[in-house]
T-cell receptor, first 109, second 114 residues
Framework: RKEVEQDPGPFNVPEGATVAFNCTYSNSASQSFFWYRQDCRKEPKLLMS???SGNEDGRFTAQLNRASQYISLLIRDSKLSDSATYLC??????????FGQGTRLTINP | EPEVTQTPSHQVTQMGQEVILRCVPISNHLYFYWYRQILGQKVEFLVS????????KSEIFDDQFSVERPDGSNFTLKIRSTKLEDSAMYFCASSEGAGGHEQYFGPGTRLTVT
């Protein structure tokens, strides 16, 4: 089983739509979780950390289910600028980040 | 907003040559990292560095790789004898602390080994 597994995508949705990404992780001892976004040939940029209670940042909502080892990201009212690859990231141990393969999202006008 | 910087943005080298990739982490950060991303693949951890020593490394980080903090601001990755399969994007990252602290990435160096 892969350490971090994501929806394969790609997702093509119209502007204004709501889109959800899912991710599962294999290491039940993982303590820290993040969503990053990556534009083509650019660096991963931190989108948000994911907390056990769930957290929201504007149009973005992240959820964590430790029992199912499942993380989700919801984007509401999607914008053209949201087009990117979304990376589910889990911290293994104190420092090492383990990345999922990423899900590519394209928002269409 | 402070950011991680990396030089060069693109490095082309011949197989067997040594390369040094340079990074300037965010100034108040204490933990430094190198990751790589082969084209079309996921981002992979190479090494973490704290208090002037390696704190963790992956299987990829073998004897041909080394890291150094030569002064108070730079953090370098050296690849001693490059192979074709070392061609990738190399990202430097830094964080204030370990655990739940977030890691911030530099723009990367694209290494092409011919």
């Amino acid at each position: 089983r892969k350490e971090v597994e994501q929806d394969p995508g790609p997702f093509n949705v119209p502007e204004g739509a709501t889109v959800a990404f899912n991710c599962t992780y294999s290491n039940s001892a993982s303590q820290s979780f993040f969503w990053y976004r990556q534009d083509c040939r650019k660096e991963p940029k931190l989108l948000m950390s994911v907390y056990s209670s769930g957290n929201e940042d504007g149009r973005f909502t992240a959820q964590l289910n430790r029992a199912s080892q499942y993380i989700s990201l919801l984007i509401r009212d999607s914008k053209l600028s949201d087009s990117a690859t979304y990376l589910c990231v889990v911290k293994a141990g104190a420092q090492k980040l383990v990345f999922g393969q990423g899900t590519r999202l394209t928002i269409n006008p | 907003e402070p950011e991680v910087t990396q030089t060069p943005s693109h490095q082309v080298t011949q197989m067997g040559q040594e390369v040094i990739l340079r990074c300037v982490p965010i100034s108040n950060h204490l933990y430094f990292y190198w990751y790589r991303q082969i084209l079309g693949q996921k981002v992979e951890f190479l090494v973490s560095f704290y208090n002037n020593e390696i704190s963790e490394k992956s299987e990829i980080f073998d004897d041909q790789f080394s890291v150094e903090r030569p002064d108070g601001s730079n953090f370098t990755l050296k690849i001693r004898s490059t192979k074709l399969e070392d061609s990738a994007m190399y990202f430097c990252a830094s964080s204030e602390g370990a655990g739940g602290h977030e890691q911030y990435f530099g723009p990367g160096t694209r290494l092409t080994v011919t």
